[in-house]
């Protein structure tokens, strides 16, 4: 009667014995992480990089100080001048509802990506007047379209500022009760 018990405990230890043995086994393995950098010679229009994305079709866009980049994961094809790309230091990148990429730059007008070129934003000279002044250009820190084709954007020291697809302005300026009743 003794011996099922035995051969049960016998098993329980082959089976803890063995676990023991593969959990060192696993804790004696190094994790190899695998890092692969480009730079301007593997085709980015610069080494100097702001914002990544990567698309719902799987492209990774780079956003550089000259320029942007699609890469498809074997090469780099990228926008400038040439496709309409007006401004060449792109900080932020953003794709909207329908897929198109959208940047922001060092001027503060926006661009997008649509049918392999690039074209301005209708309101930039709305966006220029509400955020930048000559002397002082503002870098948008956060933006984006929503479906209705509103602008919504966010910048240091002017605030938040909405543009509708009619070109009228919404603006607020928050201060810090406001931002404390936000959280």
Known sequence: MN??????LFFKHIIFAFLLFLSHLLSAQTAQLAAISFDAN??????ETYDLLQDRQGFIWIATDN??????GYEFQSFGPEQGLLDPVVFTIFEDHEGKIWMSTLSGNLYYYENDTILPYQHNAILERQISTPKNP????????????????????IGIIKIRSDGTVERFHPTSTDCNSLL
């Open 42 to 47: 593997d085709g980015l229009p610069s080494s």
């Open 3 to 8: 011996a099922p018990k035995n051969i049960e």
């Open 67 to 72: 320029g942007i980049s699609r890469f498809n």
């Open 138 to 157: 503002v870098v948008l820190k956060f933006f984006f379209i929503d479906e209705a084709g509103t602008f919504h954007g966010a910048a240091q020291k």
